[in-house]
């Protein structure tokens, strides 16, 4: 948690930059992203609060309304970020499978719409869900913020819901949309071999990050749910289900690494502007009195491997549809279908 804050934080303000490029160029998948973005910016603001909760062995020291704010928040990016990543799953489909047919879907007005109709379900989902009193008391008296030990009545049916239709459904969406993008991908004879393993491993690892996120929280709130009927069952559970929760939190870093940062000219730049910057601190804090500067051989080298003069090869997840750039245009995996 600590180094999704770390990280997360200027990581996600690239991401926003870059998604706001997207906009201008007029490309629906920058809706997309600055809502994702957005989301995990929101659950960010929220987490040195969790931190403290964290440290002080999950004892929450402030007020009620502030624990409903922040298990609001933490639900909002857990479902906000499902549905933009099933948007986002959703529109290279239609792009690498059908690139000729629904074009309307892929129009700016629908990513807007759709958009607007993501948060407003979500946010009156979580409305009626966080009614209830989010702060309560365990057998160390101690105050509990967003969940409850043992679980109560109430929550069962709140669970089902969030297991099929938060997760299972979404994650079926997800998978098929990118296996038909795959196979769409291995069919195509016009894609060179190194760019079919780039859209491979990328949408491989979109499924993979999406389900280490998000799987084991939804797992053990099931196994929860099914089970749980006293507190002798969450304590035995209980390590394993803290960690699958702290889990969600990792999408704040995955999301802008997947879907802004998926060459490698940007990959480069990602690390030079904020991981080496993070590192350097890390590594000043650790080492007080270690100013040996950073190795030039190491920095001459990323500039010399940089790919095609700089400009990404595979850009599947992220498209310009302007006709008409200075120099020469990126070849991107996409624009073969689009």
Known sequence: TCHSSLVGVPSNLYSLYHAALQLKQKNELGVYLMNLTVSDLLYLASLPLWLQYFFQDDDWSHREWLCQLCGFLLYENIYISIGFLCCISLDRYLAVVHPLRFTSLRSMSAAWLVSIIIWLKEIAVGVVFFRHKELSRDRKNQSVCFEHYPMQPWEYPINYYRFTIGFMFPLAILSI??????????????????????????????????????????????????????????????????????????????????????????????????????????????????????????????????????????????????????????????????
């Open 177 to 338: 949309s990118y296996l038909c993008v795959l196979r769409a991908v291995g069919r195509s004879a016009g894609t060179q071999p190194d760019q079919k393993t780039r859209i491979r491993q990328l949408v491989s690892s979109t499924v993979l990050i999406f389900l280490v996120c998000f799987s084991p929280y939804h797992v053990f709130l099931l196994i929860r749910t099914l089970l749980e009927r006293d507190c002798n069952f969450i304590s035995e559970i209980f390590n394993y289900y803290h960690l699958s929760l702290l889990l969600t939190s990792l999408n704040c870093v995955a999301d802008p690494a997947l879907y802004c940062f998926v060459s490698e000219s940007a990959r480069r730049s990602l690390y030079r502007v904020i991981v080496r910057p993070i590192a350097r601190i890390l590594c000043c804090c650790c080492r007080r009195g270690n100013t040996n500067p950073a190795n030039p051989a190491t920095d001459s080298h990323e500039v010399a491997t940089d790919e095609n003069n700089g400009y990404p090869t595979v850009m599947l997840l992220t498209h310009t549809k302007s006709s008409k750039q200075a120099g020469t245009k990126p070849v991107e995996a996409s624009e073969q279908w689009d």
